[in-house]
RNA sequence: GUCCCCUUCGUCUAGAGGCCUAGGACACCGGGUUUUCAUCUCGGCAACAGGGGUUCGAAACCCCUAGGGGACGCCA
């Protein structure tokens, strides 16, 4: 009886292999209808992607993360892996980043084959250099009709949108100068009144791409707003200069994060316009706070430098980032990029946003000081680490004045070379102020620091004036807090130095640290806080 | 609010219809090694979001629901 069952099974099993196997020819067969131009591998076409941040800010894991990926797919092709410079926002972008980014990225080795730095045969490569060609490409738009100028004032724009978010619509540009003659566009123009440019977009009917990773996406066209394409300071946006610099760099591999699905339509649409080749999409899960908000620095620290300055290798980072998401088909946790590159596979990817978990970079981290560090290797990356002169620089100057002898260096200085310091509730007892008033002045500082227009002596000195003068402290008594939080003691070197040559991903880390040993600020709290925050940061310590 | 994406241990993940009584790793707990601790090592705890379908057979394919996330800027 068991053996006709089983011969049964059997039976079945043959059938459905043979019907699944005709299945997937015929899958296959339909899929190519849709596959994208490029073809991974193919002699055809070379692979090249690329990884394009703005240099608005500190440099961040996430840029990182898809910049390995992308460098990746493009390696594991024989391909280029191209380095752009989007800092077409004139008011954010700045030279330092740039320079930071840059650097951070050297620093874990995810280097470039063409780049504003190195150059290449697409140049250049910042968009800020590249005014002329957009402006070459939008004529191209307006001429045929797919743009069109908008003189449209920001207030209106924003009661357009208030208007439609009550009326539970999709907030968008309501085509408002779309029906202006040529000949007003021509006399506003020339009256010098400021204008922007939008695209056209269709009003019904969908957008259907392919991902990569996710197959086949539709938006309604309805969804789409008239995206602003250049801006009234003459300069791109994102959106189109992001679809012009892929083209003409040749672009084939567009791998990015998962918060470009919804405009990727826009894209679409000016490949179109252009009669360019689409590239094909891959997007990639977005790195996760442990809430499973998208990584964002004020709950996680998401500077690479950061991760430099706490003492993690740049070999165990990068191996980090490239298990979110991904694995190596065997199953080993520890590989270098080489390996990574050896075995990558980008279809196996996986989608689920993968929750940044420092406990377990901490355990990768350790095992590459124990493993792949014999005594001298640690001994030089330890000192590099340590005793790295832009560092000290900042330092010595601090203790020299205060130490008799080299013994009392450590003592003193220490916490410099410290990741989270050992701290208790004891630790913030003072004769005037309470654990809780302790716990609001590291708050209110760490809102405030996350406020600098730049991390410098002079703006966090202010900073904490200001404090002390809302709060209607001696500055002595406002700095405590901040003292036991940053130095670890009451009695330290100067507190304000001492953040200011830890940088802010260190000192928000350890203010963190202290109010959490505070008992923390629960929801309830902030909410609270947060209103009394509004009242000092609009405090005038001048004033009073 | 509208649209889009996603969903396997607390966390990172393996999984391509039968190899699944769901595997590995971090974290956690316990044993061994170690003068302590850490390392190392052995073991334990712990998950297919829910409901329908398709199938001889579903973690896997389809639908619905729920939950999470993202987008809706003259930011990128």
């Known amino acids: 009886m068991q053996a006709i069952t089983r011969t049964g099974q059997l039976l079945h099993v043959i059938i459905r292999v043979i019907v699944d196997w005709q299945m997937h020819s015929l899958k296959s067969s339909v899929s190519v209808c849709q596959k994208p131009l490029y073809f991974p591998g193919s002699i055809m076409t070379q692979v090249r992607t690329r ?75 910042r968009q800020s250099q590249r005014s002329d060609i957009y402006r070459e490409h939008i004529n191209q738009l307006l001429d045929n009709g797919q743009a069109f100028h908008c003189f449209c004032t920001a207030d209106r724009l924003n009661e357009v949108r208030a208007e439609q978010m009550a009326n539970k619509q999709t907030p968008g540009y309501d085509g408002h100068c779309l029906s202006l003659s040529k000949e007003e566009v021509k006399t506003r123009l020339d009256n010098g009144e400021s204008s922007v440019i939008r ?42 200069a992001n679809v012009v610099d892929d083209h003409l760099m040749e672009i084939t591999h567009v791998i990015r994060g998962e918060e470009w699905i919804n405009s990727t339509p826009k894209h679409i649409l000016l490949y179109q316009h252009f009669g360019w080749d689409v590239p094909e999409f891959c997007h990639m899960p977005l790195l996760r706070n442990p809430d499973k908000s998208k990584l964002s620095k004020r709950k996680n620290p998401t500077s690479i430098n950061y991760y430099r300055d706490m003492g993690y290798v740049p070999e165990a980072v990068v191996n980090y980032l490239g298990m979110m998401g991904w694995t190596m088909p065997d199953g080993r946790e520890m ?26 970079l901490n355990w990768l981290n350790g095992k590459y000081l124990r493993e792949r560090f014999d005594d001298e290797a640690f001994m030089q990356a330890y000192a590099e680490w340590a005793f790295n002169p832009d560092k000290l620089k900042m330092v ?80 002595r008594e406002a700095l405590f807090p901040l003292f036991v939080a940053v130095t670890g003691k009451a009695v330290s070197v100067s507190v304000i130095d001492s953040m200011t040559a830890l ?26 806080l947060e209103k009394q925050y509004r009242d000092f940061d609009s405090f005038d310590p001048e004033a009073s």
């Not at 797919?73 to 800092?87: P, W, Y």
């Not at 990773?213 to 300071?233: F, T």
């Not at 209110?444 to 703006?459: D, I, N, Q, V």
């Open 51 to 125: 990884i394009a941040p703005s240099p608005t800010g500190d440099p961040h894991v996430g840029t990182a993360y898809i910049a390995l990926f992308n460098r990746n797919f493009a390696k594991q092709h024989n391909g280029q892996f191209v380095l752009r410079i989007e800092d077409t926002d004139q008011t954010r972008s700045t030279a330092k980043s740039e320079t930071d980014i840059l650097n951070a990225l050297k620093w874990l080795g995810l280097d470039w084959d063409e780049g504003p730095d190195n150059g290449g045969p697409h140049g250049p490569y």
């Open 199 to 240: 695209m056209r977009v269709p009003t019904d009917g969908e957008c259907v791409f392919n991902d990569r990773l996710r197959g086949e996406i539709r938006i309604n066209w309805s969804q789409i707003d008239m995206q602003v394409l250049m801006k009234s300071d003459n300069l791109p946006t994102y959106h189109f």
């Open 335 to 360: 590989f270098s990029v080489d390996e990574m590159i050896d075995h990558f596979d980008i279809d196996r990817v996986s989608l689920g946003g993968p929750v940044f978990d420092v406990e377990k």
């Open 396 to 475: 010595v100057p601090l203790i020299k004045e205060r130490v008799e002898r080299f013994s009392d260096v450590i003592p003193l200085a220490g916490f410099f070379l410290s990741g989270s310091l050992p701290l208790s509730e004891a630790d913030f007892e003072h004769k005037s102020l309470q654990l809780e008033d302790s716990r609001r002045l590291l708050q209110f500082a760490l809102w405030t620091f996350e406020g600098l227009p730049a991390w410098e002596r002079e703006h966090i000195s202010g900073a904490c004036q200001k404090l002390a003068g809302f709060e209607s402290l001696k500055i």
């Open 503 to 528: 940088g802010l991903d260190v000192t928000r880390a350890r203010l963190r640290d202290a109010i959490n040993v505070l008992g923390g600020v629960s929801k309830k709290e902030a909410k609270r």
